[in-house]
């Protein structure tokens, strides 16, 4: 599968020296699924408890993690799963339900690099995914702004977090390769 060119993305990008490698890692990895846990608690502890959850993904063969190496440290990670919508009306549907980067690793393309290759993989799913889906906090503006500069599309609010605050579900169509 064909690499995303970083460099045209927008915003700042890690150095030349720098070089953002991404890979694959699973329930086997109990290094991993504690890095997982540990950026999860610093992105996501405002808006509740992660823990049971990403400990389910993580050991779900359904549910693909990647870790980003920034300099041969582990930088960030995004979960990724793909489904047929319950409605049955959009066909595969690829949800992202987790993405973070540590926050000395922010601001240096780790995030476009993990959002790209998972638009990637679900762009290229076997089914290949119409639609990426994932959830953020109304009050979350960074994470917003990040998702609709990638053509994420505020389409309902689907609950409400652990800590109270609204989820809102932001929509990517994805163009079904032939």
């Known amino acids: 599968m064909p690499s995303p060119d970083l460099s045209r993305l927008p915003g700042k990008q890690a150095s030349r ?13 109990k290094d991993d699924a504690t890095f997982v846990l540990s950026v999860a608690h610093t992105a996501f502890l405002a808006y509740g408890s992660y ?4 400990e389910e993904w993580f ?3 359904a ?10 440290n582990r930088a960030g990670f995004f979960m990724l ?6 409605e049955g009306s959009r066909g595969v549907v690829a949800d992202l339900v987790a993405i973070a980067v540590r926050p000395e690793y922010q601001s240096r393309g780790v ?7 998972a638009v990637s993989l679900a762009a290229n799913a076997d089914p290949p995914a119409r639609e990426m889906w994932l959830v953020v906090a109304e009050g979350n503006s ?16 689907v609950g409400v977090y652990p800590a109270g605050q609204r989820a809102l579900r932001m929509v990517k169509p994805l163009e079904v390769q032939s």
């Open 111 to 117: 995030g476009k690099r993990l959002l790209a290759h």
């Open 63 to 72: 549910v693909s993690t990647y870790i980003a190496e920034l300099d041969d």
């Open 142 to 157: 960074r994470a917003r702004r990040f998702f609709a500069g990638w053509g994420f599309r505020l389409r309902d609010g």
């Open 17 to 29: 020296d720098e070089t953002i490698v991404l890979r694959k890692t699973g329930a086997s990895s």
């Open 81 to 86: 799963t793909t489904y047929h919508d319950a």
């Open 51 to 54: 823990d049971t959850y990403l």
């Open 59 to 61: 050991g779900n063969d």
